[in-house]
């Protein structure tokens, strides 16, 4: 019975044993422990590589396996994901796969980067803490970059200028330099593919379409293009394609385009405002501002580019225009642009052909765009273009009265007759005014009218941005026969902002009287043409004037009696010989 008892404890102490062994063999491995992730396609975009990591348990009981703390531990600054965050295994040899998505982060350098090791328990066993050290290594492949390009693009100029007698085409080239920025040898093939009809493109030296470029290497490649002559000024997109392909795989397709420069040339342009000339130096630059009611010119000097040894050098019908770029601003200019017509040029000829306009009385004050362009062609059809843009500006100032008319009904009349005078005033100004003052006067004619407190609205488009007015004059039968200068002036308040000077002729009895309207010339007051002792008391002018027609008439009646009395003379001594 007691020996029972011993064998009793003895077997339960081997199972308790069994147990113990058993638990403590228990465990999860996961292969690999150390990943090496090689990247050759590296291209400083953000890109995505996985890993996989076998999760296996020896023994028979179920383990939970979580991985959670992983995501927070692991891989600092870059995206890192598990496919199964936490699974179980259930018996001796099952085994969980897990795929590891990690994000390399966009222009990291190549170059090897150590992540770290991966470590986590397994709460319900008791054993050591698996690792697994992770190493990705980042290279570039063979990166070949295309330089000498023009906004991405090969550019090539057509110059008709370097023609001489019967040449029939024109050529360019063109050095693009192609450089291997990558860490591999690259293999480089170059193929021209659609290239336009008429045109040709070739690579003129042997072995410039296929070759090997080593890192770090260079290489440069000539491109020559060959145009016909009958080409429109321009550029022609599309000209061709140049196919880049490095190691077997396409990295780019370029454009090649063509221009071909213009054989007509804006050489100089010089702006006039109310006769001041200035230079515009290029296009787009703003001319002097300008004034509502401003004469302006454009003097455009324009060059034949051809040369003159070229048998077809000369430019035919030859069209300018001055349009402005918003058609609304055109329409507030009223068409009134005057063109000169179509002429012709011959090789290295220039000329010079002005236009001219007047800025209307209501213009905005703005800035208008407005584009000057001309437009040929060469005796081989093709049509050559050149345009200027240029900003005019027109400013208001804050006081601005003129005289906008300032007429005699009558230019000449007889001592005793009537004449009228006629003023416009107008306001260019960007304010109101109610304090005008308009002065006519001479005092030969006893004429010496002032009307004051002349109201006139700064609005262009209100009637009574204008005023006008008609001065009856009626010449005295005591005023002898001359020339008059009429002189009207307006002011605001004392300051004279404008004047014009009226010349009216008062003939004698039996001369002809001219009674159409002549043009009045409205030029500047001169002191001396009103006489030396002319000033401007309280509004009016002050001053003399000679009638000169009346000497002139006591000089010749004298001639006449002092002739009289010699043929009287010679008369007589012919009487007495006799």
Known sequence: MKNNKIVSMLLVSIFSLLMLASFAVAEVEVTP????????????????????????????????????????????????????????????????????????????????????????????????????????????????????????????????????????????????????????????????????????????????????LDVGEEKSVVLKLTAPIDVDSGTTTDVADLKVTVNGDEVDTIDIEATVKSMMEITELDVCIDGDCEEVDESGDETDKVSPGSEVEFEVEIENLFDENYDDCDLENIEITLNFVDEGDEDDFEDEIDLDDEFDLDGEENTVVTLSFDVPVDAEEESYELVLKLEAEDENGATHTEEWIVFLDVDRERDDIRIDRADLTMNTVSSGDETSIVIKLRNYGSRDQDDVVLTVFNEALGLNFQQMNIELDENPDRDDNVFTKTIPLAISEDVLAGTFNIDVRVSLGDEEVDHRLLTLTVVGAGEEVVEDNVEVINAPVDDDVLGGDSQLTGGSVIGTVESTQSKGMTSFMIVVVVLLVILIALMLGVLIKK
Do not use: C
């Open 33 to 212: 422990t150390n990943v090496v992730m090689e990247i050759g396609n590296y291209n400083g975009e953000m890109l995505m590589t996985t890993m996989d990591l076998e999760f296996t348990k020896t023994g028979d009981d179920t383990e939970t396996v979580d991985l959670s703390e992983l995501l927070e531990a692991a891989l600092t600054g870059w995206e890192f994901d598990l496919s199964v965050n936490s699974f179980d295994l259930e018996f001796d040899g099952d085994y969980q796969t897990v795929t590891a998505s990690i994000s390399v982060p966009a222009d990291v350098d190549s170059g090897t980067y150590d992540l770290g090791s991966l470590e986590w328990t397994v709460e319900s066993i008791d054993q050591t803490p698996i690792n697994v050290d992770v190493n990705i290594n980042l290279w570039k492949p063979a990166d070949v970059v295309v330089n000498g390009l023009t906004e991405g693009k090969v550019a090539m100029e057509v110059d008709y200028s370097d023609l001489r007698e019967d040449d029939e085409e024109e050529t360019d080239e063109v050095t693009l330099t192609l450089k291997n920025e990558g860490e591999l040898t690259g293999e480089v093939s170059l193929e021209l593919l659609d290239i336009l009809m008429d045109y040709h493109v070739e690579f003129p030296n042997a072995g410039s379409n296929s070759f090997t």
